[in-house]
């Protein structure tokens, strides 16, 4: 098993990107959340190395989608995107990334996949850790935070706004999720200087009520400010989805997001308009609702603009 040492994106007490306290409340939801907590999205493994060879070794284990993806970056340029469908019988999978012409130090970045619980039960390339970035993100939201649909987990927003403003960060996205106070752990031990929140649609659509979902949004805002008092909590409200003219008990996607917004205003955070984002158009999502890869990729850059510019 590789250590801990390497992988950026994960906490090294567990090997996840949760704390036990987190996993314990999230495996009351049942066993469809808790392989999407074990999935190791935005992680990637980090080494400067000269090996001639990069192989990986990985356990397949719960699958959120059939379906894997793998980057390689190389001196900061993706160099290979592996990509596979995953069969029912699957259950481990030895992949050859890369093959160098000499030995010559690089910068190796592996990153994981986003909606496949893995064990990554060897790694070829040793060496020494990256240096990590001083400045912490932390992404909390539900599957588009986790990166689903995409396959490429570079591609992912949280990837690319934290490769844009050069932040270590955690991705803590869990597709399904609501806000949910009970999820946040006072004894984090990740201290981030900004902190993104993306939740709101999957509360719509439980037919929750304007008022459960503006106080469920506000208990969670109150708590999240509470234990991370030095972070800067940027709110972003739901972006598109082709379900734009439907109504659930609490009204319209619009009021929903009118509503989220109150409550960030209310807690004294930021708020980002999901709408400005990814562009509102069925060309850059999967389904109507998670964004493709190039959805994520715009939303990415979008946000981390939005964010520099509030920072300045």
């Known amino acids: 098993m590789i250590s801990a040492k390497f992988i950026s994106g994960t906490l090294p007490s567990t090997n996840s990107r949760f704390t036990e306290r987190q996993l314990d409340h999230y495996r009351t939801y049942g066993q469809a959340t808790m392989i999407r907590t074990g ?39 993706v160099i290979k995107s592996l990509r596979m469908d995953l069969l029912p019988e699957m259950k481990k999978v030895t992949l050859h990334l890369v093959e160098f012409p000499d030995e010559k130090e690089r910068l190796i970045k592996v990153y994981l996949p986003v909606s496949v619980e893995v064990d990554i039960f ?38 690319i706004c934290a490769k844009i403003l050069n932040m270590d960060f955690i991705n803590q996205g869990v597709g399904g999720y609501v806000f949910d106070s009970e999820s946040l752990d006072e004894n984090f031990p990740f201290e981030p200087d900004i902190i993104t929140v993306a939740y709101g649609v999957n509360d719509w659509n439980k037919d929750k009520s304007d008022w459960e979902i503006n106080q469920a949004a506000s208990t969670y805002l109150e708590k999240l400010k509470a234990i991370f008092k030095k972070a800067k909590v940027f709110v972003i409200t739901p972006i598109w989805t082709d ?41 850059y999502f999967v389904d109507g609702i998670h964004p493709n890869e190039t959805g994520h990729l715009i939303y990415g850059a979008n946000l981390a603009c939005v964010i520099r510019e509030q920072l300045k």
């Open 39 to 77: 999935c190791l999205s935005g992680a990637f493994i980090g080494v400067k190395s000269s090996t001639k060879t990069v192989e990986i070794e990985l356990e397949i284990k719960g699958r959120a989608r059939n379906y894997l993806g793998l980057d390689v970056e190389v001196d900061n340029v």
């Open 243 to 283: 379900k734009e003219d439907q109504k659930k008990a609490a009204g319209t996607l619009q009021d929903l997001r009118k509503n989220i917004e109150d409550a960030a205003k209310k807690t004294g955070c930021y708020v980002i308009n999901g709408l400005s984002l990814v562009p509102n158009n069925n060309f």
């Open 122 to 159: 060897s790694f070829s390339a040793d060496g020494k850790p990256l240096k990590r970035p001083e400045k912490r993100l932390l992404f909390l939201g539900d599957s588009i935070t986790q990166g689903m649909d995409a396959v490429s987990p570079v591609c992912t927003y949280p990837v």
